[in-house]
């Protein structure tokens, strides 16, 4: 089976109007060709006649038989002219450029006399139109041009000496000149030839330029996008297309490569919360076991340090001690970033924290040649945060950009802001219940590290599950089952296949069915269920005004972060700095940020340096 | 009848038993070992000891369920609490329950035989010298015997060591304090000091807070604190982040009279 892409239907649809046009084209276009050709031979006819008409009058009024004949039999020899002859009212032929009729009569009632003799008495005017006729001969079917031309009495006739025609007759006769069509015919012919091959040239050749086209703007890129979106269905969200298109696919190829920009950062996100809830665990549990075997080498090497009396000796044993307290200051470190605390918030001046935490690297900063700019806004609302965990996380970002930096000198900004941001993209969504209250809320697949919601959908004879985004509007969510959207599918409750679809309602977006489910006590929230829709609806939240957000950004001129770095760093025990650093840093970071309600991100070029960006809700 | 021995170490860990059990012989001091809380309190039924070093972290017992055991056994012998997860948590509440100091592992010989030789001499102060230092006023509250904090009626928190403490160094050689702006943390480290022994100490701050000003008489003259240790003799003047719930683990006078709560001193042996 083909498969009906957008390109080919784009292409069939243009070929079947070209083909349309361009056929109507060539047969107008043939008729009235077929037309002028004829028009041109009856012209032609009509002048023949009218010139016998003229060169055998004066004989006609000498009455001299013999050279009227002459007359006709030469003109009958002409190429053009098939046959002349001069009838009398009466039909009988006394001229004709074929002797062997001389003298016969036609038949009134053929087709080149009925005209007039048709009618009773016989018409006496003939229209210029209604002179000629055409016919086939019926020996080679080839046709002939039959122009009739009445010779009406004029007083020259009956005035004339020899007195045939008296006055009170008004036509004497008819000239009846035949041409033959072959040669008219076979251009015509030869015309419609031609109009059909070019016709059919101009509907091959536009259809293939314009499938080249539809194509090279069309099918490729849509083909690309669709590859794309496969990829990323599948997981690699690593996937990016070419945006440097300038058309609305190349939008498109940069709203994708967002999203999957987005997508990777929550899935980020993510894994990020399982590594650092895991840490601790893992950290309370190790650190017991470890100190105590790292008590067994410090108490002996320490004690055989002080009885030790050689200095070679001596050295020796001091590197066991100070590398044994190393690791105790790495355990201790661990144990103090995995330390299940609850910070201790209150309202809190976020520039006063800057302040103090510049205050506390300020002279290592000004050691290494490193300036540090103050960008702060007066009059910041007070964000309820534990201000000494706000104090760390910036001491720390400051002593990784002094790092970065080096000892070559450099320039570290901090600037502090207060920005609005709709709750959209922001409130997460706490309850879920379906009509008969079965809380849809699933602990078990997380987003960002909070909660998803889990429908089943079911199409056909197929069933499978969508996990929603938790965040109001950040629509990151998961679909287990590929769904073709032109099937209709059914969305439940999982507990109690009660439908969540809304009746009669379809997304103001995009038009697919709605589903909804209870929040409580906020209302109901509406989604869209249409995979690559991210249209929600909560009333409730949305009648509730924004939130306001305090940004901290800390932006430094250092070395940067390579891009294969960029989503590990992060990672507890991720260090760049060699035997300098636990590599706990940033993810010490990670975890206040989010035990904040807040959100960090990291833009770095390497070579040019980098800017972590803070955000912390004012109410939490 | 053999002597009792000095110290009774109770660990699960075999290795830490005879590291502790090596440094103290060395410093001939005579040690006896139990590798359980169980086996610890059998020891402490059948003889007494100067002294008993205890892991938090025991096999059966944790280090406050034989802390609350064997002084609801009548036995008051001074404990150092060890422990492997060493939280500030941990620390404050060892204090808390009764134990005389702390001792986070993993540690070197000189921080053992430091907080061994404090204890020691802390466990020797007689009722009457702890008379002589005399009762804490009324307004300061105590971190166990190892320091205090007094407020201030503008809101700082004047913070200092414990008379038995500075006592038990035997001489102060030099202190150091941190400067103004840093924060502290109850149950941490506030101050590292050098006795006259040459050995290394660590005072437990009593109240987080952050340091306004550090005593620069109490660093140039160390012997004020032992003379004045409530007066001239305090260390910082700090601003606290939530005195309220700092408080909640420190004793003050009123409540030191309830020997369940806070039982003093050790059995002199």
Redesign the interface.
């Known amino acids: 089976m083909i498969r009906r892409t957008v390109g080919r239907k784009l292409t069939t649809a243009v070929d079947v109007t070209v083909l349309l046009i361009i056929s109507v084209f060539a047969i107008v276009n043939i008729r009235s060709h077929n037309q002028n050709l004829l028009a041109e031979v009856e012209r032609h006819a009509i002048q023949i006649s009218q010139t016998v008409k003229s060169s055998t009058e004066y004989d006609m009024l000498m009455n001299e038989p013999a050279r009227i004949h002459e007359t006709i039999r030469r003109l009958g020899q002409e190429e053009s002219i098939e046959r002349i002859r001069i009838m009398n009212k009466a039909g009988k032929i006394t001229y004709s450029s074929d002797d062997t009729e001389i003298g016969t009569t036609v038949d009134l009632g053929t087709e080149s006399c009925i005209r007039c003799h048709g009618v009773e008495p016989p018409l006496e005017r003939l229209e210029m139109k209604a002179r000629t006729r055409l016919f086939q001969r019926p020996h080679d079917r080839s046709g002939s041009l039959g122009v009739i031309t009445p010779i009406y009495n004029e007083p020259s006739c009956w005035t004339a000496a020899c007195h045939a025609h008296p006055q009170s007759q008004t036509v004497l006769g008819v000239f009846d000149v035949v041409m033959p069509l072959a040669a008219v015919e076979a251009e015509m012919r030869r015309g419609q030839i031609e109009m059909i091959v070019f016709a059919a040239t101009a509907v091959v050749a536009l259809s293939l330029i314009i499938g080249v086209f539809v194509r090279r703007w069309v099918s490729v890129p849509v083909e690309h996008l669709m590859a794309a979106t496969q990829h990323v269905a599948g997981g690699d969200l690593s996937r990016t297309i070419d945006e440097t298109r300038a058309d609305e696919l190349g939008t498109l190829a940069r709203s994708f490569n967002q999203m999957t920009r987005k997508l990777s950062e929550a899935r980020l996100q993510l894994v990020q919360s399982d590594k650092l809830a895991s840490l601790g665990r893992l950290a ?1 549990g190790v ?14 090497s ?2 055989m ?3 030790a009396r050689t200095r070679e000796e001596q050295e020796d044993l001091r590197v066991i ?1 100070r590398e ?2 190393r690791c ?1 200051d790495i355990v ?1 470190s661990l ?1 103090d970033f995995a ?1 299940q605390s609850t910070p ?1 918030k209150r309202a809190s001046d976020i520039n006063e924290a800057i302040r ?1 935490a510049v ?2 690297v300020e002279r290592q900063l000004s050691l290494h040649g490193v300036v540090v700019e103050q960008q702060l806004q007066p009059d910041l609302p007070h964000p309820v945060v534990d201000a ?1 965990q706000m ?1 760390q996380v910036l001491v720390n970002l400051l002593v990784n950009a002094a790092d970065a930096i080096g000892s070559k000198g450099g320039r570290i900004s901090l600037r502090s802001s207060v920005l609005t941001l709709s709750p959209v993209g922001v409130v997460p969504i706490k309850q879920a219940i379906c009509p008969k209250r079965h809380n849809l809320i699933d602990n078990e697949v997380r987003f960002d590290g909070k909660p998803s919601i889990r429908i089943k959908v079911r199409c056909d004879n197929e069933e499978g599950f969508m996990h929603l985004d938790s965040v109001y509007g950040r629509a990151g969510h998961r679909h287990g089952l590929l769904l073709d959207e032109r099937r209709k599918a059914q969305f439940l409750c999982p507990e109690c296949s009660t439908s969540l679809l809304l009746e009669n309602r379809s997304c103001p977006r995009c038009g697919a069915p709605l589903l909804a489910f209870e929040s409580p006590p906020k209302g109901w929230v509406e989604t869209c269920t249409r995979r690559a829709c991210a249209w929600q609806r909560w009333e409730e939240v949305d009648a509730s005004s924004n939130r306001e957000y305090i940004e901290i950004e800390v932006r430094d001129n250092g070395c940067g972060i390579a891009h294969h770095d960029l989503h590990k760093i992060y990672d507890p025990f991720h260090s760049t700095k060699g035997a300098k650093g636990t590599g706990l840093g940033l993810a010490v970071v990670w975890g206040i940020v989010d035990s904040h309600n807040g959100s960090i991100a990291v833009q770095s070029e390497p070579g040019q340096g980098s800017t972590f960006t803070i955000r912390i809700p004012v109410l939490p | 009848m053999k002597p009792s021995p000095d110290i009774l170490v109770i660990d699960d ?1 075999a ?2 038993l ?3 059990a ?2 103290c012989g ?1 410093e001939g001091l005579s040690v006896e070992v139990a590798a359980s809380g169980r086996a610890g309190l059998e020891r402490l039924a059948a003889s007494s000891y100067r002294l008993i070093i205890c892991d938090l ?1 025991l096999g059966d017992l944790d280090g406050f369920e034989f802390l609350a055991e064997a002084r609801r056994r009548g036995n008051h012998t001074p404990v150092i609490m060890t ?5 500030l948590q941990n620390a404050v509440r060892s204090l808390q329950c009764g134990a005389i100091d702390t001792l986070p ?6 921080e ?1 035989m430091a907080v061994v030789g404090r204890a020691l001499a802390h466990a020797a102060l007689g009722d009457c010298d702890a008379r002589a230092l005399g009762d804490a006023p009324a307004h300061v509250h105590c971190l166990g015997q190892v320091s205090w904090a007094a407020t201030e009626p503008v809101g700082t928190v004047l913070i200092g060591m414990h008379p038995h403490f500075a006592r038990a160094l035997r001489g102060i050689r030099s202190i150091d304090l941190a400067p103004p ?1 840093t ?1 502290l943390l109850q149950g941490a480290s506030c101050a590292s000091l050098t006795s006259a022994d040459g050995l290394p100490h660590e005072l437990m701050c009593p109240v987080s807070g952050k340091v306004i000003e550090p005593n620069a008489e109490a660093v140039a003259h160390p012997s004020r604190i032992e003379e004045d240790a409530y007066g001239s003799g305090w260390l910082y003047r700090i601003l606290p ?2 005195l309220e ?1 700092s408080l909640r683990f420190l004793t003050s006078r009123l409540e030191r009279r309830d020997p369940q709560e806070f039982p003093v001193k050790g059995d002199q042996p």
């Open positions: 309370a650190a017991h076991e470890i100190n105590n075997p790292l008590t067994g080498v410090l108490t002996y320490s004690l340090l002080k009885r001690v044994t307290i105790r201790k144990l330390r201790r103090r205050s506390v000494n104090e | 860990e290795v830490v005879q590291g502790v090596r440094i060395c972290m422990t492997g997860h060493s939280t592992k993993p540690f070197t010989a000189d053992l702006g924060e982040d939530d719930y």
